[in-house]
Every structure is written in C-alpha cells, then in structure tokens.
C-alpha cells in the first residue's frame, strides 16, 4: 500500500539547480529511512543521500556534499533533494527509496529499501 512517486526532474544547464521531491503515501515516513538514488545509462545505481526521517541522521555521496541538500517534511511525508551547481556527471533517473524499519545504514550501503519510486529523470545539458 505504501507508494513513493518522485516529482520535480527535467533539464538545467551545467551550474544550475533542480529541486527533486519524493511523496510518500500509504502511512507516516516517522521512522522510515529514505534515500534518493541515481542511475545513469550504462552506470550502476548508485546512492545520492539517505536520512531517517525521525532524528535527522544523513549521509551523502562525496560527490554531491556541498552541493546537494536532502530534506524531509513529515507532516506532509514528502522529502526532498535540493540539487544545486549541477555538473555534467549529475545526468541520471533519479529514485527514491525507504526502509520502513528505518536501517539507515542498511539502506545506505546496501540498497536495502522495502519501496522504490518510479524515478524521475534529471538531464544536465549546455
């Protein structure tokens, strides 16, 4: 029943900012672990950022620290990937995934999520 749909995705230039969303319906995300990852054509799905939502623990690729803002509102159960100065490297379908016993870890390093998201397409282009 629970059901995770990703908003937000489309082109910008090299530099320029997206602000991706992930609604969660089917029950509260309190306790969840959500994650938004990445995968490109021909490239391995990888993590972007993962967060429990209750205490706000996070973890975020290298590559997007500094650039790259996860947040969540759980009044609303929707997170949130805030994606600034975008680089050529950034281009993927990007999913966002939960753990509803809330393992971060686990969803972090391995992948492990009960629900995944359809994805949404993000597109870096000059």
């Not at 509260?28 to 209750?54: C, L, N, T």
């Not at 016993?101 to 994805?119: E, F, K, N, P, V």
Request: proline share 3%; glycine share 12%.
């Amino acid at each position: 029943q629970v059901q995770l749909v990703e908003y937000g995705g489309g082109s910008a230039q090299p530099g320029g900012s997206l602000r991706l969303s992930c609604a969660v319906s089917g029950g509260s995300i309190d306790g969840y672990a959500i994650g938004w990852f990445r995968q490109a054509p021909g490239k391995e799905r990888e993590g972007v950022s993962s967060m429990h939502i209750r205490d706000g623990n996070i973890y975020y690729r290298q590559s997007v620290q500094g650039r790259f803002t996860m947040s969540r509102d759980s009044a609303t159960s929707t997170v949130y990937l805030q994606m600034n100065r975008l680089k050529p490297e950034d281009p993927a379908v990007y999913y966002c995934a939960a753990n509803r016993r809330g393992y971060l870890l686990q969803l972090w390093q391995r992948q492990a999520a009960d629900y995944w998201g359809q994805g949404t397409q993000v597109t870096v282009s000059s």
